[in-house]
């Protein structure tokens, strides 16, 4: 395989990253929360597309808009009867997070059976640049991906509710005294991102396998990529998906899947050590 | 009375140890070897419990040490009769040079130690010195135990694979491999010592500088101190001690595989201690006992509900009982006197106040 397959390839897995950090871009690098269930809601987002595209043989966009609004929903709902109690408390929240993930995992084992689950990629084919060839789906999530990242933009910079959500994160009792609803707000945002966590389970239901135990490899790419990149941007989110995309995909070729990782993880060893604001931090105010 | 003069922790671990000691008398060999597995487990717990319990750092990938230690001992165990046929099915004629000093015990016993306190100590310069919150490093240490146990299935030609090392004898004395009443003592005692080892460091000076870090570090900074250093010497003890408690366990289980060095040992071990009570001197202890015999009770029925159970447990002891089951006792304990001692006041006057108040104390 040609050097340009291998980047292109890696350009892929770079949309892959973006999609599942993006949640956790927002709750933990927004928000604060160390939220250790978030693989586990990207796997609820996969099962509710199997339930919605395979199960009930509704289209693949209808799967996405429903994970999106159940995720949001547990979302809602553990902000709502766990976390709440927990703001400024982070080694209890990571604690409890822990405690659901186990809790959540064990649930859709025992609903669905320990076995994995598979959905049916909605686009079909192959697209050849010149040597390289781009399958359908691969080209659908990096749009998704870029989709996402704007739509996320625009919501926390355009919108009435993404302003407020960034003045409580930098000055909660400011913002209460200015009438702002802060503890709605922190609801809607944990919301958010838990809805952006399912859409994310749901695009990658189709190419990886849909089982109780996927939400932990998510868990840690998204920290991963949150830290390389810079807790608290947006910007910072999508330049360490597309630095350990690449890196993880030209590694692999080089040393395997485990050589790979191993390296990837002493950088970001290295990346903490000497630039815990991450590579990509811009600069505040 | 005996509460009283020796103190709570002390009596408990006082029954403990009388518990533990007279058990073989009575159980089958099946229940010795079980509650062998458990004493393995309270070491185990203890280590963790310096790092988060005392420090407050949650370490979610302290299996990698256990591993690695009983991986050591495994590895010098299968080395004994030449190349082990789990090599030589990858045609590995002779025994790999870096694998050479597993051969003598000794020093494979001392590897088992420094091997994984090493590690811990790489890990600790890393994350701690750039002042970092301690959710990196949980996240790194995760991340670490993902890798690992990826690792071994990976270097299957040396490490056995997901398959582990089997077969492992208990330590041999004299040639012969020890029976398993004694090891079970030798166990104990390994345990015992490390008690009385995390008492002492944490009523010491020392642990008073942990302890302060955890509750807050910018303030032990400004007095001069530097938290850096004292995570880094914590993490590397505690890597220590669970090196220790790997090697202990090779012997008592028999075998070990990935998945003792990996997430699910991991997972379960921060589970004993938060039900059990982390930063209490017992809590390592009642969390294992508790944890583990329930969990022998009721997952053969029902293996799947327990996990929930498990999960459920944990959200449940973090909102509502954040000292665990053994930090809930304590502190009860310590009202308690303190009660008594107002309760005192209110009643009598002069002399008889003091009296009790001593007495109390």
């Known amino acids: 395989m040609g050097i340009m397959q291998q980047v292109a390839d890696g350009i892929s897995v770079a949309g892959i990253l973006v999609i599942i950090a993006l949640g956790l871009g927002i709750t933990f690098g927004v928000m604060k929360i160390i939220n250790m269930a978030h693989g586990e809601l990207i796997m609820i987002g996969a099962y509710v597309t199997y339930l919605v595209c395979t199960e009930g043989k509704m289209p693949f966009v209808l799967g996405m808009i429903v994970s999106f609004l159940v995720t949001a929903l547990v979302g809602l709902l553990l902000e709502r009867f766990v976390l709440r109690r927990l703001y400024g408390r982070p080694l209890e929240t990571l604690l409890a997070t822990f405690g659901i993930s186990l809790f959540l995992q064990q649930l859709i084992r025992m609903l669905f059976g320990p076995d994995g689950k598979s959905v049916v990629s909605p686009f079909q084919g192959v697209l050849m640049i010149g040597e390289v060839a781009a399958p359908y789906f691969r080209l659908f999530i990096v749009a998704i991906a870029i989709v996402m990242v704007l739509t996320t933009a625009y919501v926390m910079h355009k919108t009435k509710f993404g302003i407020q959500l960034r003045s409580v994160s930098q000055n909660r009792d400011m913002c209460e005294c200015l009438g702002i609803n802060t503890s709605k707000v922190d609801a809607y945002t944990f919301g958010f991102g838990a809805g952006l966590a399912g859409l994310a389970g749901s695009i990658l239901a189709p190419i990886k396998s849909v089982s109780p135990t996927m939400g932990l490899d998510y868990l840690i790419d998204s920290f991963m990529v949150v830290v390389l990149g810079g807790v608290g941007s947006l910007m910072g989110t999508l330049f360490g998906s597309a630095a350990m995309g690449e890196s993880n995909q030209l590694l692999t070729t080089f040393m395997g899947e485990t050589g790979a990782k191993i390296v990837v993880f002493l950088l970001i060893i290295l990346v903490i050590r000497f630039k815990p604001e991450g590579l990509f931090r811009m600069e505040r105010r | ?361």
Request: glycine letters at 10%; a neutral charge; zero cysteines.
């Open chain 2, 1 to 361: 009375m005996l509460l009283k003069r020796l103190g709570i922790n002390e009596t408990f671990a006082a029954l403990a140890l009388v518990f533990l000691a007279v058990f073989p008398m009575f159980a089958s060999e099946f229940r010795v070897e079980l509650m062998g597995k458990f004493i393995v487990f309270i070491l185990f717990a203890f280590s963790l419990n310096l790092i988060w319990g005392y420090t407050g750092l949650l370490s979610l990938g302290h299996a990698v040490f256990f591993g690695l230690g009983g991986y050591v001992l495994a590895l010098s165990y299968s080395l004994q009769d030449g190349v082990p046929s789990f090599m030589a099915r990858f045609n590995i004629e002779e025994i790999p040079l870096l694998m050479r000093p597993l051969l003598s015990t000794p020093l494979a016993l001392l590897l088992g130690l420094l091997i994984p306190a090493l590690l811990a100590g790489l890990i600790g310069y890393f994350v701690f010195k750039s002042r970092v919150s301690g959710v990196y490093f949980s996240i790194i240490t995760l991340a670490l135990a993902k890798l690992f146990e990826m690792l071994i299935v990976n270097m299957q030609a040396y490490t056995g694979g997901f398959n582990g090392l089997m077969g492992l004898p208990r330590f041999p004395v004299g040639g012969e491999p020890m029976d398993l009443v004694p090891y079970y003592y030798l166990v104990l005692a390994v345990t015992a010592a490390a008690f009385l080892f995390t008492r002492w460091l944490t009523h010491s000076h020392f642990g008073k500088v942990i302890k302060s870090i955890r509750e807050d570090e910018s303030r032990i900074r400004f007095l001069s101190y530097n938290p850096a250093n004292y995570k880094i010497f914590v993490f590397a003890v505690s890597g220590l001690l669970a090196g220790l408690a790997g090697m202990l366990y090779v012997p008592m289980n028999g075998f070990i595989s990935p998945q003792d060095s990996g997430i699910a040992m991991s997972t379960s071990l921060v589970i004993w201690l938060a039900i059990g009570g982390r930063g209490t001197l017992m809590g390592p202890i009642v969390g294992v006992l508790i944890v583990n015999w329930l969990s022998n009770l009721l997952s053969e029925q029902y293996p799947t509900l327990w996990q929930l159970i498990l999960g459920g447990v944990m959200v449940l002891i973090v909102l509502y009982l954040p000292g665990g089951i053994y930090g809930a006792v304590e502190s009860w304990w310590k009202d308690r006197g303190l009660r008594k001692k107002y309760a005192a006041k209110e009643d009598q006057e002069g002399e008889a106040v003091l009296y009790k108040e001593s007495e109390v104390l």
